[in-house]
């Protein structure tokens, strides 16, 4: 495993500029080796001089490290520091850290907060470059697939309180993402398998988003493409279509955001599969990792949209059939309690009455509508009887 710098020209930057009423601006740099490049993309934009660079612990001596070396090779006074693990980085106690050492690096606002790590420590490294002198620059490096295709990318930004997962946060743009495939061989089978989950669920939006924004699926759509990975070869770290799947969800994502930067409407198509999803991880005590959830989230989708006769059980089966391949579940796991799931449900911030407004996928694959409204007794219904 190469950890080094000394590579970077395969980089296929994208650099997609996203524009909108509030000048939302964001580059994305995706490709193997993309990390090389990092001083150059921020020479581009920034005429500072110092970077707070946050990390994990797990790849403090890893990527971080490599980050770091490229960055002080390129001029840049760094600072590195290694934030608890996972979910527990999430929390008020790292905000204060990382503004403390902020401005005990004397960060103005011309300097950059870069974040190396996964999903979680996105949501706080963002958090903090948006509160920090109201505002700097951050340049996320996402190092999980799952924070490569969805977290790191769309600007939203938070940390845990007591009573729940991203009960805080804003909207803050990072300057850059830089998407490095290279980043992913370390990366352990679960934490992949996460990101497929994540992944599918584009799939299932792809038309949707074609027909809503100005993204352009390519000559084969992306349900066509996973479906031949995951029931062929299978789903790897290494598989060569890795990278093209990586940049078409993240063209869909930004094409998303960039229309609808706040979630008004269109936005709510990236919550498909989440309703349940979000039950599930709450009710197994998060032992049911968010991309997983996403996928048992989607498959209940399916199934409810079948039984109103817009999607059918063929599809559905086939879904199964790619996830269960892949090694990620399709059912809700037996230790999961059906009623607290069902609360779970209807406390759903989509909740109106006893009505949800629900993504519904529709026939053929890639289409959703995305106000359905689904009485929370039909949820009930379909959970109990599988
Ligand atoms: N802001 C958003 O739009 C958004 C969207 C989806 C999820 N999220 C958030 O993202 C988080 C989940 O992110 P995640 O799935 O990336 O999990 P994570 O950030 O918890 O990382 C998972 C684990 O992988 C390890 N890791 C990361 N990169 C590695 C690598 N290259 N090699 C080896 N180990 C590595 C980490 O140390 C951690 O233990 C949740 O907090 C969720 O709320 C945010
Ligand atoms: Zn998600």
Not at 114 to 138: K, M, N
Not at 357 to 372: H, M
Request: hydrophobic content about 40%.
């Amino acid at each position: 495993m190469r950890f080094h710098s000394s590579y970077g020209h395969k980089t296929d930057v994208i650099n997609v500029l996203m524009r909108t009423e509030v000048a939302v601006k964001s580059r994305v740099a995706v490709g193997e080796g993309a990390i090389g490049n990092i001083g150059s993309i921020l020479k581009q934009s920034s005429a500072g001089e110092r970077v707070v660079l946050l990390t994990q612990p797990t790849l403090v001596e890893t990527w971080g490290a490599t980050v770091g070396e490229v960055l002080t090779e390129s001029g840049y006074e760094t600072t590195i520091v290694a934030l608890p693990d996972g979910e527990e980085c999430k929390s008020h106690e790292s905000l204060l850290r990382i503004w403390t050492q902020m401005q005990e690096s004397k960060l103005d606002r011309s300097d950059t907060l870069v974040a190396v790590g996964g999903g979680a420590l996105s949501d706080v490294a963002g958090f903090a470059a948006s509160t920090y002198l109201r505002g700097i620059r951050s340049v996320i490096v996402p190092t999980t697939l799952l924070a490569q295709v969805d977290a790191a990318i769309g600007g939203k930004t938070g940390i845990n309180l007591p009573a729940g997962k991203n009960l805080a946060g804003t909207f803050h743009f990072p300057d850059c993402v830089i998407i490095d495939t290279e980043t992913l061989k370390t990366l352990p089978k679960r934490e992949l398998l996460s990101g497929l989950g994540e992944i599918v669920k584009y799939a299932y939006i792809e038309s949707t988003i074609a027909e809503q924004t100005d993204y352009q699926p390519g000559p084969r759509t992306l349900y066509r493409v996973l479906s031949e990975l995951l029931l062929g070869e299978g789903f790897s770290a290494d598989s060569s279509a890795m990278l093209g799947i990586i940049i078409a969800c993240v063209k869909m994502k930004m094409a998303v955001v960039g229309k609808d930067p706040y979630e008004g409407e269109l936005r709510r198509c990236l919550n498909l599969g989440h309703t349940l999803a979000h039950a599930v991880e709450k009710a197994t005590a998060y032992q049911v990792s968010h991309g997983e959830a996403v996928a048992i989230g989607l498959v209940f989708a399916c199934r409810l949209a079948t039984d109103r006769g817009v999607f059918n059980q063929e599809d559905t089966d086939k879904l199964v059939e790619m996830l269960t391949k892949s090694g990620l579940a399709s059912e809700i796991p037996e230790s999961a309690s059906v009623d607290l799931i069902i609360k779970g449900i209807a406390f759903d911030k989509k909740r109106q009455g006893d009505h949800i407004k629900f993504v519904l996928p529709l026939r053929p694959v890639g289409s959703v509508e995305l106000n359905a409204q689904i009485k929370i007794s039909d949820f009930e219904e379909l959970l109990k009887n599988d």
